[in-house]
């Protein structure tokens, strides 16, 4: 691919305000910032939303637990999502990819997604790939957009991966950020604990697998905050030290 390739996952939590409503602003920011490093590297985005956006548009509050309903959500959501980064993105074409469990452990699949993602780079689009949520199946999925960004890096041997979320990084007990991480022991996945919220899925155990999948394949691993100004920036083009590292 020529330039180096950095796989960057923003989590719903970056994209919606307090009620779970798409916030522009929000999309605004974190776009900006993607955009400045597709400048430097190639870059694929992984963004979660979808069904939380579609939450916002039913002017739902709670998340549904049936699965027919949260791929209906998913269905409405994803198209308002796209569209929010298209709002933002004056240098190139928004490209969306919906991807299945099933398309990374295909060997034609998972070739004709990396043909595609080459092509797409060669065009200077901006890419999103999501889970196709409207088709998976609780015992055939991903199970949260971490652990796929995770699967997408390793496929396409990025040479980084950022975890954008809503707090600092990975904290100890205290709330003390751990800056690196160079095993994931039984004290680090008993610290990490799922999220309550109603608009999102995942949390901090879904980020330790993703990072333990990523530092098996030697793929550096961050989480950041995406709520504090330019992190992304800070830690990809100004190589400052932010957020937890993944050591590898």
Do not use: W
């Not at 680090?188 to 394949?217: C, N, P, W």
């Amino acid at each position: 691919m020529g330039r180096k390739l950095i796989v960057v996952k923003v989590g719903s939590s970056i994209l919606q305000d307090e009620n779970g409503c798409l916030d522009y602003a929000a999309v605004q920011k974190i776009t900006k910032q993607l955009l400045l490093i597709r400048n430097e590297y190639s870059l694929v985005v992984v963004s979660s939303g979808a069904i939380a956006t579609g939450m916002s548009r039913q002017k739902l509050l709670k998340r549904p637990k049936e699965l027919a309903k949260l791929q209906a959500l998913a269905a409405i959501g994803q198209p308002k999502l796209i569209s929010a980064y298209d709002l933002f993105v004056n240098d190139g074409p928004v490209a969306q990819l919906l991807v299945s469990y099933a398309d990374f452990h295909n060997p034609k699949s998972s070739n004709n997604f990396k043909n595609t993602i080459e092509e797409l780079i060669g065009i200077n689009a901006f890419i999103v790939v999501n889970e196709n949520d409207s088709t998976a199946t609780e015992e055939i999925s991903f199970g949260d957009n971490d652990i796929l960004a995770a699967t997408v890096a390793v496929l396409l041997s990025a040479d980084q991966l950022v975890l954008v979320t809503n707090v600092s990084g990975f904290a100890d007990e205290f709330g003390d950020l751990i800056s690196e991480i160079k095993v994931i022991t039984p004290y680090l996945t008993r610290l990490a604990s799922l999220t309550d919220s109603q608009f999102r899925v995942g949390g901090m155990i879904s980020k330790l697998k993703a990072g333990e999948i990523a530092m098996a394949h030697k793929i550096s691993t961050y989480i950041i905050s995406g709520k504090e100004d330019n992190r992304l920036v800070e830690l990809v083009l100004e190589h400052k030290r932010v957020g937890t590292r993944f050591v590898v």
